[in-house]
């Protein structure tokens, strides 16, 4: 556990981070700058998921489609309702998440009392819907995207979400509610024996996941500035997944570190891949996936976390 | 058995499950009394882990109930029957695998936990006083059976008696008042047996548990047991002493007449 004194000293560093961040982020390149924004949106995308597949053992393949009820709902609002004001920003984020929380609720009540694949069918089809019908609403611009999005998303705001969303699920991992999710995932049997509601868990587990794919879906349309359909479609929840499998079903900071890992990469290919003209993206996505698959089956970290290697010892809890 | 109380803690009354055109459970009635050590016995396939997972929750039968208490269980969730003190182990080990010893404990005290997310996002006292004493009470627990050494050992990685023995331990924290151990001896030797025994009537006393028990070698059943009721073909053909289920007929011909 930490000591009081430790724990002040970690929110410390935070605060400190955030005001560098807040004199730096104007000094660096505006490409580097969306990158790192773009790192933080998958990091809440890939610990959202992680929590619903990795830690509570549900596989989701739907993410995108939770991703897009948030993108859609918050830009909606921005463009339509508000306008680019800060504080509505932050509401429109908020309503952008629960709105997608409503819909893994909604989603999740009746499916995760199924068994087996069933979710993972279930949570595709979903997102596949969601493009569908957003294909087909022209009061969001259907197969034209909407566009004129105020752009209000900068690093700062990403690395608030980014750390709140970190804490959130640290933090429900500290207590009986994280442990029940565990629980679930490793036997679902044992989990009743011990008294555990799995539907109640898992629904919870579930909702929370959706609701911050909402909010990552909000951060990226105010950041691009303009969305469309197509954008979430299911590579986009492919992708998202190869992030959590990466980094270890299950540890929060091997799927933050996948997602940053996974933001770059393509990036540091794109001369190679203006000269061949070959899209490397799901190239490079799928031979990771063998190559781990062969090598390091159980992700980068496995179930584990940074702080419980050697290496990093220094920063372990005491 | 006249110093009985007149009300069974458990009672399985008139029990019949059929899978498909498979009638595996027929009529099965017996009761189980407060603080006694019950053995339930018979050969392979007679029905007794059916049995178990009907009083868990985890299959409804087509007919009959189950009463705790004088109050009626059946069709509940297996989760709120553990809540309400009937818990079990496993014919296969069913750990947390991948989890420390001392979380498989603390989980199985799902039920002792009153704070919200909330408690837990901003570390208010209630939390942290609730989690120090599922620690604290967890890790007393496993010093009783000798596993406090292991407590933040991965239990995946404990040899196989010490998993059959957490998943013991994880059934006690889970505040049971009825115990219900699915061939808890299994793949024991001799002497691992016999010690286990000895742990389930020590478990028995200071806990002050009633235990229900599976186990399909008779030897064993005869020296720990208080009563015992065979099944066989998903019936009750006996139900009673060991000495008395020694001497019985139909036992020795169904039962000990075809060791398995
Ligand atoms: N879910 C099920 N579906 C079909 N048959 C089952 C099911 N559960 C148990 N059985 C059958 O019931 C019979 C008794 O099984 P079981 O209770 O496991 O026996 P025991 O524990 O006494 O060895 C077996 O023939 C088994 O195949
Ligand atoms: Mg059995």
Known sequence: MWTYLKRQQAYLILGVFLVVLSFIHTHISPYLRQLLILSGINIILANGLNLISGITGQLSLGHAGFMAIGAYASAYLSVFVTGPESFAFLLNILAGGCLAGFFGFILGLPTLRLKGDYLAIVTLGFSEMIRVILLNMDSVGGARGLPQIPHNTDLIWTAGAVGLSLIFIYRMMKSYIGRAFLAIRENELAAQSCGINITKYKVISFTSGAFLAGIAGALFAHQLSYINPSIFGFIKSFEILIMIVLGGLGSLSGATLAAIILTFLPEALRPLQQITQIDFRMIIYSSLLIVMMLTRPSGLLGKRELWDFKIFGAFRRS | ?260
């Open chain 2, 1 to 260: 058995m006249m110093s009985q109380p007149a009300e069974a803690i458990l009672k399985v009354d008139n029990l019949s499950i059929a899978f498909g055109g498979l009638q595996v459970l027929m009529n099965v009635d017996f009761s189980v009394y407060s603080n006694e050590i019950v053995s339930l016995i018979g050969p392979n396939g007679a029905g007794k882990t059916t049995v178990f997972n009907i009083i868990s929750g985890l299959y409804r039968p087509t007919s009959g109930s189950i009463l705790f208490h004088s109050k009626n269980l059946t069709g509940m969730h297996p989760h709120r029957i553990s809540n309400i003190g009937i818990t079990r182990t496993f014919q296969n080990i069913r750990l947390f695998k991948d989890l420390t010893v001392l979380d498989n404990v603390i989980i199985a005290k799902h039920f002792a936990f009153c704070y919200k997310l909330l408690g837990s996002l901003f570390y208010t006292p209630a939390y942290v006083e609730e989690e120090a004493k599922a620690e604290k009470d967890a890790l007393e627990l496993l010093a009783v059976f000798g596993l406090a050494e292991r407590a933040h050992d991965i239990s995946k990685n404990l040899p196989y008696g010490e998993q059959r023995k957490l998943e013991i331990v994880r059934a006690l924290a889970s505040g049971v008042k009825i115990l219900l151990l699915d061939e808890p001896a299994a793949g024991m030797n001799n002497a691992e047996t016999s010690a286990l025994l000895k742990l389930i009537h020590h478990i028995r006393d200071t806990f002050k548990i009633t235990v229900l028990l599976i186990e399909h070698d008779m030897k064993l059943v005869m020296k720990i047991s208080d009563r015992i009721i065979v099944l066989h073909h998903g019936e009750v053909i006996a139900d009673g002493t060991p000495s008395q289920i020694r001497n019985n007929p139909h036992v020795v011909e169904a039962y000990l007449g075809n060791p398995t």
